[in-house]
């Protein structure tokens, strides 16, 4: 199955670009030789959108990972296929996406104001939620809301940094400072920083999409804490209108 290059990597703010129609699954669904679409993973749900071309358009319901690299994109059902080898403009559903952006970034500075093993995550519109071993539930949710809203407003920076499994290896204090283990097999791992170098706040291998300041996120509202097993709570984060 043909690769798809990823420009939400280089740019998660792109919104339209043009693509090539490399190739359509059996399920009816598109693969692009490049894409602004987001594949669903990492708990970060696959984006949507329209493709334009010459003979017409069709509305992309979500988008999902195929096989050996290739991104799929789902259109909706009964809606016509740009044909293979068609030039399409991807046009990405902007304010969806942007929604997880501000909630995956401020998923990652929850697990700074509660600093206890994450075991699961979820975004959708507006909200997001992290599973924490947890055995007793916060004393007090409204410090923990007024910790993080302090870190969204000091306008922290968001940047990424590739380094290969090998200089993982090599500086095993690494995965001290990340506050998840990143997954192994790929040959490289990408780190999403909160804060500067000198002044980290936080350092986590993430696949997902990302604001560039933690300001963007705006206002948050700490939603209910869940008993999810004897160790496990699941806490809900919701951004404020």
Known sequence: MPTSELLYRKDAYARMTEAEVLAHTEQGGIIPDRTLFYATGGGQP??????????????????????????????????????????????????????????????????????????????????????????????????????????????????????????LDANPQLVKTMSVSPPRGAGQVRLVRIGTADEQIDLQPCGGTHVRRTAEIGRIRLGKVEKKGKQNRRVYLHLEA
């Open 46 to 167: 696959g984006d949507s959108g329209k493709l334009l071309w010459a003979e017409g358009q069709c509305s992309i319901a979500t988008t999902v990972k195929g096989e050996d690299g290739a991104v799929v994109l789902v259109p909706e059902e009964g809606s016509a296929l740009p044909p293979v080898g068609a030039t399409v403009t991807q046009v990405l559903n902007w304010d969806r996406r942007y929604g997880h952006m501000r909630v995956h970034t401020a998923l990652h500075l929850l697990s700074v104001v509660i600093p206890l093993e994450v075991t699961g995550g979820s975004i959708s519109d507006g909200k997001g939620r992290l599973d924490f071993n947890m055995p007793e539930a916060p004393e007090d949710k409204q410090a923990l809301q007024d910790q993080l809203q302090t870190l969204i407003d000091r306008d922290l920076e968001v940047t990424e940094d590739w380094i290969t499994e090998a200089e």
